[in-house]
C-alpha cells in the first residue's frame, strides 16, 4: 500500500526508512501498516530488535513478506485498525500512506488510540515543484516522487505539512518530533520554521503522541 | 479397483492390526493415568500411536506436532502400513523440505478416535473384552489435544516450537495454542476454522446417516459380528471428496468426459469419469479406514467451536498469548473458506497477537493444502525460519 516510487537499489535502505528507524526505540512492539514488501519490518527487526507486526492491502506483498520471516497479515487501513485494542503497540507506523485514505482523520485518530507513539510519513503537496506546475502550467501536478496522473492516482487526500500539522492539532496530537526529507529521502538538516519546510521538502516524517 | 490395491481380506486384517497393535511408536497409559475428556468420562487405559522424524535437539527446542487431518494418520512423511503409499505430506516434511527434518524433530499422532493405533472405536474395551463401537465416549478436538500433550510429555518436551496442521489439523493447532499457550511458541492453522460451519456439520450428518444407514453397520458392533459397512462408509467419502475439491478442479479434471465409453448407457453405470473416480475413491477408502472412526471424527469437528468455550467471545480464547500464529487459507477453499480463517485473524488481531496470514491463489478447493503448492511451501519455509529465529532454533540456512 505504500505507494511512494522506489527510489533505492536492492539492499540500499530508503532514506525516510532510516528516518524512521531512528524513531523506533529499541525491542518496541511495533505494527507497521502498508508493510509492502517488508523491507522497514526487516530493517526495525535487525537495527531495532523490534517485535514487529504488518499490515498490507495487496495479497502478493503479504505473501512475499511472511516467507522472509515477518508477521503481515492483509488488511486495509481504513477498515481493519478498529479491530486492535487500545495502546497495543509502542509504535505504530503510516508510511506514505495517509494520503492514499478514504478516510484520513478517521486513521489517524485509529493511529493514536491503537499507538502509544505514531509515525507518519507523508509526501508533501506544498513542495515548490508542484506549485510551479500548478501556477505555471495550469495542470495537476505531476512529478519524479508523484508520478500519477489526475485520473489514476490512488493518492485521492493530499496534503501539505501545514494541513498535516493543523489536523493533528485537531486530534490533539502532540508532534513530538517533524524530519523534514527531499524526495530521495535524504534529511533536510536545516532548522527551519515550518513555511520553508512546506516549500522545500519533498516529505516529511513525523513522530506523533497523545 | 487397481491391481497394486490389496485385496480386501489382506487389508483388512492389516488395518485391524494396525488398530490395536500398530507398528508405529506407541504410548501406553495405564488405568491409572486416565485422559479426562470433554464428555466427562475418564478414559483408561489408552494409547497413542505416533511416528517422529529428525533428531529432538539437546534443549529440546526444535519440537514440531503435526495434527492430520479428518481422514489422515501418523504416517506424515513415511510409508503407510496399510495403504503401502508415501506419507500424506512429503511434499512438506522431511530433509530439505519446508518443515526441514535436517533441523526440527517432527511428531504426528493418530488421533483420539482414529484407526491406526490410538484408542478408538476399534479398540478393544477392556471392560467388555469387544471393541468399544459406540461404547467409547464421543471425542473432541479438545480431547485430540489433551492426548498429544500427554505425549508430548512422555516425550520430555514442555515448549514444542511449533504446531501445525490443515484442516481438522488447523482446528488442532487452534486448540493447541488457547489450551497450552505456554506450550506453543509458533501455531500454523491452515485452510481451518475456529468452529465447523453448519454447512460443514450438514456435510459430516449425510456421510454419517450413510454408514449407518448401510444394514452391516449394526449398531457399530460390525467389526464383532465379522461384517464390514462398506457400501456406507464409501458413499460418505464419496460425498466427502466432493466437498475437498473445487468446481472448477472438477471441471477441469473431469469435466463432462465419458468413463472408457464413447457415449451414455442409459443407464446407471459410472457413464461420467467424475462418477468412476469417487467410486474409486470410495472403494479405496474403506480398505484404510474404520467406518465407526468417522463416525467420531466428524463428531468431533462438528462439536468444535473455539468461542464457545470463552462465552461466545473468540477474542478471549487469545488473550495474552505469546504465540506467532501463520494463518494460512486458499482462495477456492469453500469448505473451510477465507472467511472463516479472517475471523481467527480479527480475534488474534483484538488480542494484539503476533500474526501473520496468508491466502493463497490455488484452484483446487479444500484438498489444496495436501497438494504441490509452491507459494504455500515458500510461506511455511520463511514463517519457520523467522519464528526459528526467533526461538534462536538453528533455522535450515544456518542461521540462528
Redesign the interface.
Known sequence: MNLAPRQTRPGEVRGDHKVVASLVPEGA?VLDIGSEDGALLDLLARERHI?G?GIELS?AG??R??????????GDADK?LS???DQ??DVVILSQTLQATREPKEVMSELLRIGKRVIVSIPNFAHWRNRMQLLFRGRMPVTKYLPYQWYDTPNIHFCSLRDFVELCHELDAEVVKAVALSAHGNEIPVNAPWWVWNIVAEQAVFLLHR | MSADTPSLETSEDVKANEAITPSSMLAHFPADEPLELDSGVKLGPWQIAYETYGELNADKSNAIVICHALTGDQYVASTNPVTGKPGWWELMVGPGKPVDTDHYFVICANVLGGCLGTTGPATVNPQTGVPYGLDLPVITIRDMVRAQARLVDHLGIDTLFAVMGGSMGGMQVLQWAVSYPERVFAAVPIAAAARHTSQNIAFHEVGRQAIMADPNWRQGTYIQEGVRPTKGLAVARMAAHVTYMSDESLHQKFGRNLQDRDNLTFGFDADFQIESYLRHQGMTFVDRFDANSYLYVTRAMDYFDLADQFDGALPQAFAGTNT?F??MSFTSDWLFPTSESRQV??AL????A????????SDRGHDSFLLDVP?MF??I???L???A?ARGVPAPGGEA
Open positions: 512492539r517485535d507486526r495479497q503479504v505473501n513478506c511472511v516467507a522472509r520471516g515477518l508477521s503481515v497479515i492483509q481493519d479491530d486492535y485494542p497495543a503497540f | 506467532r501463520c494463518v485473524v480479527k488481531n483484538a488480542a494484539a503476533n500474526v501473520s496470514f496468508v491466502e493463497i491463489e507459494e515458500e510461506t519455509r520463511g514463517f525460519t523467522g519464528a529465529r
